[in-house]
């Protein structure tokens, strides 16, 4: 189970992970016409598309069949919480990933949600391993060094430039944590920022306020 709170890149990193597996692994995606199907009737579906749903109470020979011969053993499931049906309960949801687990094909399931119940409900799991990873969602002096340094990377890269956001800023030298769903912004900020440099007053040289520095590069783009 991934859990983490909004904007701290579970997503993103469920993404990364099925696109460096992407043969080993069945994706569940969600599907509003699909809300009154198990989860064992979902990933039916994701491998026998012309398959028909009904509410199949373990895991079918054929899918076991195909998970051995392809070796797509891992189930990943963003947002485990979507998926549950108005005939569900997060026991429910549980009872599905367990029949995956303990059936022949040996598979395991990856899931992230917020809803804490279905946290606690799996936190009670006893007949098989698991692993509870949390995210923090923020972002340490040291890990904003390093994707500001990415960062300015990939754009230059992109853009034929040769830009270098300062080394210390506001962010690299507070004490506090910064959250993960703001450091893009910030960093559109803090680049354009250098690229303007000659065009912006003096003044803003100094650390400032992110606010003052977007609408000191806004001013200079648009006038």
């Known amino acids: 189970m991934v859990r983490g709170p909004a904007g701290a890149g579970i997503t993103s990193l469920l993404d990364a992970f099925v696109a460096n597996h992407s043969t080993t692994v069945i994706v569940v995606r969600h599907d509003i016409f699909l809300s009154r199907v198990s989860l064992v009737d979902r990933v039916q579906q994701m491998v026998f598309p012309t398959s028909e749903f009904g509410w199949l109470k373990r895991v079918p020979k054929s899918l076991v069949e195909f998970v051995k011969l392809t070796n797509r053993r891992t189930i990943v499931i963003d947002d485990a919480e ?51 990873i949390s995210l923090s969602g923020a972002l340490t002096g040291q890990n904003w060094s390093d994707l500001k340094a990415q960062f300015c990377h990939w754009s230059n890269s992109r853009y034929g430039l040769n830009i270098r956001v300062q080394d210390r800023d506001q962010f690299a ?50 006038g």
């Open 82 to 132: 979507i998926i549950i049906n108005e005939r569900d309960s997060v026991g429910n949801i549980i009872d599905d990933m367990l029949k995956f687990a303990m059936s022949a094909a040996g598979m395991q399931v990856i899931f992230s949600t917020r809803r804490v119940p279905l946290q606690n409900e799996f936190c009670k799991i006893k007949t098989v391993q698991t692993s509870d």
């Open 173 to 222: 030298t507070t004490a506090d944590e910064l959250e993960i769903d703001r450091a893009m912004s910030l960093l559109e900020v803090l680049y354009c920022t250098e690229l303007l440099h000659d065009q912006l007053p003096t003044a803003m040289s100094g650390a400032r306020a992110t606010e003052d520095l977007k609408w000191e590069v806004l001013r200079v783009l648009f």
